[in-house]
C-alpha cells in the first residue's frame, strides 16, 4: 500500500504560478511511476502529467505541455507539479497517482487531491 497526501493549492491570479506537492509513505517509492490528474467541475478527471521511477521520463498532456513541470525527489518520498502560466481553465482539484501499470494513464494509489483556482 501507498499512502498520498497533496498540498500546494490554493487561489492564483491567471499567470501566475503554484506548485503542488505529493508526500508518499508506505511503500518503497522509488518502485512506482507517478503521475498527476485533475478533476474540473462537471467534468471527468484528466490526465496531466507522468514521471517514471527514476524521474528520467516525463509525459504531459498538450494542454499543459510547456507551462507544468513534473519532477520527483526519491530521497524525500514527493512528486511535484510545478504549474506556470495558469489560465482559469486550469481551475480543478490535482490529484497524484501512484502505480506500475506500465501506462501513463492508469495507478493502483490515489490521492485525496487539493484544489487549485485561478481566477481571471
Known amino acids: 500500500q501507498v499512502q498520498l497526501v497533496e498540498s500546494g493549492g490554493g487561489l492564483v491570479q491567471a499567470g501566475g504560478s503554484l506548485r503542488l506537492s505529493c508526500a508518499a509513505s508506505?511503500?518503497?517509492?522509488?518502485?512506482?511511476?507517478m503521475g498527476w490528474f485533475r478533476q474540473a467541475p462537471g467534468k471527468e478527471r484528466a490526465f496531466v502529467a507522468y514521471?517514471?521511477?527514476?524521474?528520467?521520463?516525463?509525459h504531459y498532456a498538450d494542454s499543459v505541455k510547456g507551462r507544468f513541470t513534473i519532477s520527483r525527489d526519491n530521497a524525500k518520498n514527493t512528486v511535484y507539479l510545478q504549474l506556470n502560466s495558469l489560465k482559469p481553465e486550469d481551475t480543478a482539484v490535482y490529484y497524484c497517482?501512484?502505480?506500475?501499470?506500465?501506462?501513463?494513464?492508469?495507478?493502483?494509489?490515489w490521492g485525496q487531491g487539493t484544489q487549485v483556482t485561478v481566477s481571471s
Open positions: 508506505g511503500r518503497t517509492f522509488s518502485f512506482y511511476a
Open positions: 514521471i517514471n521511477q527514476g524521474g528520467e521520463v516525463t
Open positions: 497517482a501512484a502505480g506500475n501499470t506500465g501506462s501513463y494513464y492508469y495507478y493502483d494509489y
